[in-house]
């Protein structure tokens, strides 16, 4: 079975400073990994995916997300924060053995502030 | 990228009715998902609708309190049945994207905001 866990509930930056958005998941074989997020009243926006190679993948707004395979880990950071990121964001995974119709699974989610 | 509506896009309503919510797509897809986020929670799947077959349900959702159509590549109807006011949540309509292959991602519609009273 496929799993995502995203332990932080909430995450508070100030405005300027780096954000780290926590995922780790769990699939039997190697899995696809994305991120998402959903401003207030909106539904979920792409922000990126990890497929193969480069461990470092880079997304819409200046996000990016580093694959790490020996903890299974697929964090989101951000540079610098904008106040305009606040929102709330989720990690998702399939595993790379199923079909591209499969369906996401998702984590809970993890609602950033950032502070100006 | 797929454009998905909506409608509504929210609604009120009362305890042991039922609420019809659409979902429209510009382009035609096979599959399409219905989820379900209560709030301050993830994103639960409701069913997998495939055109021309019946919905495929998860553990937990039933055909009967969640009703779900797919007449033609473009459309598709949730129901929810018999509404109580746990069934209170924004439902979100999904559609995997057409040319990934295995990595595709999924587009979202705006949600529907259900509150029953």
């Known amino acids: 079975a496929q799993s995502v866990a995203q332990p932080e509930d909430q995450v508070n930056v100030a405005e300027g400073n780096p954000l780290t958005v926590k995922c780790t998941y769990s699939v039997s074989g190697n899995p696809y990994l994305f991120w998402y997020v959903q401003y207030p009243n909106r539904g979920l926006q792409f922000l990126l995916k990890?497929?193969?190679?480069?461990?470092l993948v880079k997304g819409s707004y200046g996000f990016e997300a580093e694959f790490n395979k020996s903890q299974t880990s697929f964090h989101l950071k951000k540079p610098s924060a904008l106040v305009s990121d606040s929102a709330l964001y989720f990690c998702a995974v399939r595993d790379i053995k199923a079909s591209g119709n499969t369906p996401l699974v998702f984590g809970k989610g993890t609602r950033l502030s950032v502070i100006a | 990228s797929a454009v998905i509506s909506q409608k509504p896009s929210r609604d009120i309503c009362q305890r042991g009715t039922s609420l019809t919510i659409q979902c429209q797509v510009d382009?035609?897809?096979?599959?399409m998902f219905w989820y379900r986020q209560q709030p301050g929670q993830s994103l639960t799947l409701i069913a997998t609708?495939?055109?021309?077959?019946?919905?495929?349900?998860e553990s937990g959702f039933v055909i009967d309190k969640f009703p779900i159509s797919r007449p033609n590549l473009t459309f598709s109807t949730l129901t929810v049945s018999n509404m109580s006011p746990e069934d209170s949540s924004i439902y979100l309509c999904?559609?995997?994207?057409?040319?990934?292959?295995?990595?595709?991602?999924?587009?979202f519609g705006p949600g529907t905001r259900l509150t029953v009273l």
């Open positions: 609708a495939n055109q021309g077959s019946e919905a495929t349900y």
């Open positions: 999904s559609v995997p994207e057409g040319t990934s292959g295995r990595a595709r991602e999924q587009f």
């Open positions: 382009s035609q897809v096979t599959m």
């Open positions: 990890y497929i193969t190679g480069d461990n």
